[in-house]
């Protein structure tokens, strides 16, 4: 073994900051005979350094961050602030300086991730980034190099914990989203402005990163379809049951079927209690894998937190320190193709439609001739009378597969019927 220690850079000491240093700490010896050299923590870059860490030596802390990473003796940097920047700079800088960089970084990977390649490449370094994606599951290793020879069709997956847990709780206990997403809270899985999670940012972020690197082409988070969660409501999962099916914030990845673009979306969507990823419980996260020759693989686990995020990024440091030692580069960016990103109104799938409608005779026939007139073939139609006695019904229409323009070109006319009184709620199905 190596007896001259490779240095590692910490930028960010927060929950898992501080979860890498206490591994690297108490597993040096672990982590020294699967690198073939020890590993030692040179620096780690704060905002407060007054605040007290436990079990870090208050010598290595310092708030110049881009001192430390120009440092030059400095062999890899482990970047967990987050955000654009000043991220975006520290990496691009330690590259200029000699060292590789491990991420879990998806805002910056989905916005900027083929420049940051680029520099890597410029400058014979490394870019992992497990940790960006689904927390300590094993997914982008996979995906970039055990799925290399294969072809990757679909990715569809859930990839944000909170979001999950929201979905689950409504599914299980009836709650409301606002009820779920207060427990959620108190329990810690949702932040205290859990915007990003809720609208789907996170989940945005992350199906851009997924998409890239299953399809080989460049898809940056502007190219991500994204709706939120905030309007599922209870009803949304009596129907969702009615059909067999549970609701979930799904991460879809998608290569048209002549192979000529792919498209990337996240949004609320019904799937059949039998498809694997109905089970998914919790803050528990899973991708589901379609491809040619592996078929179907599905992948599961933590996808958050301190400790599961913080050992993704400790596999991604002891691969980036073994190729250091070998004086050799893992793999690089993969976008080789260059599939064009097709628009939302390409997609197609099934949709579920719940409408509230005057209770007279015709209104089906109207309906229905409207769905006709946009090219969308209904497979069932439920109509249930009002118990309030306001003269309204509610009408719940499933389609065949459908493209997503001529949906909203459906839902767009139907609005305009005067037998229509508003469109309760659209889902699409997924997973079937």
Same mark, same amino acid.
């Given at each position: 073994? @190596?007896?001259? *220690?490779?240095?590692?850079?910490?930028?960010?000491?927060?929950?898992?900051?501080?979860?890498? !240093?206490? $591994?690297?700490?108490?597993?040096?010896?672990?982590?020294?005979?699967?690198?073939?050299?020890? =590993?030692?923590?040179?620096?780690?870059?704060?905002?407060?350094?007054?605040?007290? @860490?436990?079990? $870090?030596?208050?010598?290595?802390?310092?708030?110049?961050?881009?001192?430390?990473?120009?440092?030059?003796?400095?062999?890899?940097?482990?970047?967990?602030?987050?955000? $654009?920047?000043?991220?975006?700079? &520290?990496?691009?800088?330690?590259?200029?300086?000699?060292?590789?960089?491990?991420?879990? %970084?998806?805002?910056?990977?989905?916005?900027? /991730?083929?420049?940051?390649?680029?520099? !890597?490449?410029?400058?014979?370094?490394?870019?992992?980034?497990?940790?960006?994606?689904?927390?300590?599951?094993?997914?982008?290793? *996979?995906?970039?190099?055990?799925?290399?020879?294969?072809? #990757?069709?679909?990715?569809?997956?859930?990839?944000?914990?909170?979001? %999950?847990?929201?979905?689950?709780?409504?599914?299980?206990?009836?709650?409301?989203?606002?009820?779920?997403?207060?427990?959620?809270?108190?329990?810690?899985?949702?932040?205290?402005?859990?915007?990003?999670?809720?609208?789907?940012?996170?989940?945005?972020?992350?199906?851009?990163?997924?998409?890239?690197?299953?399809?080989?082409?460049?898809?940056?988070?502007?190219?991500?379809?994204?709706?939120?969660?905030?309007?599922?409501?209870? !009803?949304?999962?009596?129907?969702?049951?009615?059909?067999?099916?549970?609701?979930?914030?799904?991460?879809?990845?998608?290569?048209?079927?002549?192979?000529?673009?792919?498209?990337?979306?996240?949004?609320?969507?019904?799937?059949? &209690?039998?498809? *694997?990823?109905?089970?998914?419980?919790?803050?528990?996260?899973?991708?589901?894998?379609?491809?040619?020759?592996?078929?179907?693989?599905?992948?599961?686990?933590?996808?958050?937190?301190?400790? *599961?995020?913080?050992?993704?990024?400790?596999?991604?440091?002891?691969? =980036?320190?073994? %190729?250091?030692?070998?004086?050799?580069?893992?793999?690089?960016?993969?976008?080789?193709?260059? &599939?064009?990103?097709?628009?939302? /109104?390409?997609?197609?799938?099934?949709?579920?439609?719940?409408?509230?409608?005057?209770?007279?005779?015709?209104? &089906?026939?109207?309906?229905?001739?409207?769905?006709?007139?946009?090219?969308?073939?209904?497979?069932? #139609?439920?109509?249930?009378? @009002?118990?309030? /006695?306001?003269?309204? !019904?509610?009408?719940? =229409?499933?389609?065949?597969?459908?493209?997503?323009?001529?949906?909203?070109?459906?839902?767009?006319?139907?609005? %305009?019927?005067?037998? =229509?009184? /508003?469109?309760?709620?659209?889902?699409?199905?997924?997973?079937?």
């Amino acid at each position: 073994m @190596r007896t001259r *220690p490779l240095k590692v850079a910490l930028l960010g000491c927060g929950v898992v900051g501080s979860e890498v !240093a206490r $591994i690297m700490t108490t597993h040096a010896d672990d982590l020294a005979a699967r690198i073939g050299a020890p =590993v030692e923590l040179a620096g780690v870059a704060v905002r407060r350094p007054s605040k007290v @860490r436990a079990g $870090i030596d208050p010598a290595l802390i310092t708030t110049d961050a881009t001192a430390l990473v120009k440092r030059g003796d400095i062999d890899v940097v482990v970047e967990v602030i987050g955000g $654009i920047e000043p991220a975006r700079s &520290l990496i691009t800088t330690a590259f200029e300086h000699g060292a590789s960089v491990v991420s879990a %970084n998806k805002a910056l990977l989905a916005q900027d /991730g083929a420049a940051l390649h680029a520099a !890597a490449d410029d400058h014979g370094a490394d870019l992992y980034y497990e940790a960006a994606v689904a927390g300590a599951i094993p997914l982008i290793r *996979p995906l970039r190099e055990s799925l290399a020879g294969d072809k #990757v069709n679909r990715v569809l997956g859930i990839v944000n914990g909170t979001t %999950n847990f929201i979905l689950d709780k409504m599914d299980s206990t009836g709650a409301g989203y606002q009820e779920a997403l207060d427990e959620a809270t108190a329990l810690g899985y949702a932040e205290a402005d859990p915007t990003a999670d809720v609208e789907g940012f996170d989940a945005a972020a992350k199906a851009a990163i997924l998409a890239g690197i299953a399809f080989h082409t460049r898809v940056r988070l502007d190219d991500v379809y994204r709706e939120g969660m905030i309007e599922v409501t209870a !009803a949304d999962f009596a129907s969702a049951k009615a059909m067999g099916c549970t609701i979930k914030l799904l991460a879809i990845c998608e290569r048209a079927a002549d192979g000529g673009s792919v498209t990337a979306r996240v949004h609320p969507a019904m799937i059949p &209690l039998t498809h *694997p990823l109905a089970s998914v419980r919790g803050a528990y996260n899973a991708v589901f894998v379609e491809s040619d020759a592996a078929g179907q693989l599905m992948f599961y686990g933590p996808g958050a937190g301190g400790a *599961p995020t913080a050992s993704a990024v400790l596999g991604d440091l002891v691969a =980036v320190c073994r %190729n250091k030692l070998s004086g050799a580069t893992g793999p690089g960016d993969s976008a080789y193709t260059q &599939l064009p990103v097709s628009p939302m /109104g390409e997609v197609v799938t099934r949709y579920h439609i719940s409408l509230d409608v005057a209770d007279k005779p015709g209104v &089906l026939a109207q309906v229905a001739t409207v769905f006709a007139e946009h090219g969308v073939s209904i497979d069932t #139609v439920r109509q249930q009378g @009002r118990l309030d /006695g306001g003269g309204d !019904a509610s009408l719940v =229409v499933v389609t065949h597969r459908a493209s997503d323009a001529s949906l909203t070109g459906t839902v767009e006319a139907l609005r %305009n019927l005067d037998t =229509v009184r /508003g469109v309760a709620s659209i889902m699409r199905v997924e997973g079937e």
